[in-house]
């Protein structure tokens, strides 16, 4: 098993930044790729941008690229994302999630942190 556990949501004026962490735990040498998540009120989850362990390849969502971008410290099983120029439509509750080595879906999620940018 992996645990996920997310920090440095906030409330922040439109314009501004954040940075979120995500601290693993457990079987961490299982994972191959972590990523961020977020669901808006009323909304389904969407993906926001992911890092592959080996590497460190990334991948982000049309929605936050040049704006957004995820880090890892293999060291400290920690996955980072700094998101710059924040928007109202930013807005949401964001997850952290792992996946499996030779997985497809992603198998270990968060609690999820809650990020609010006021216009």
């Known amino acids: 098993q992996v645990q996920l556990v997310e920090s440095g949501g906030g409330l922040v004026q439109a314009g501004g930044l954040l940075r979120l962490s995500c601290a693993a735990s457990g079987r961490t040498f299982s994972t191959s790729t972590m990523a961020w998540f977020r669901q808006a009120p009323g909304k389904e989850r969407e993906f926001v941008a992911a890092?592959?362990?080996?590497?460190?390849?990334?991948v982000y969502a049309d929605s936050v690229k040049g704006r957004f971008a995820i880090s890892g410290d293999s060291v400290k099983n920690t996955v980072y994302l700094q998101m710059n120029g924040l928007k109202p439509t930013d807005t949401a509750v964001y997850y952290c999630?792992?996946?499996?080595?030779?997985?497809?879906?992603?198998?270990?999620w968060g609690q999820g942190t809650q990020v609010t940018v006021s216009s």
């Open positions: 890092i592959i362990w080996r590497g460190g390849s990334t």
């Open positions: 999630a792992a996946q499996r080595i030779g997985r497809t879906t992603y198998d270990y």
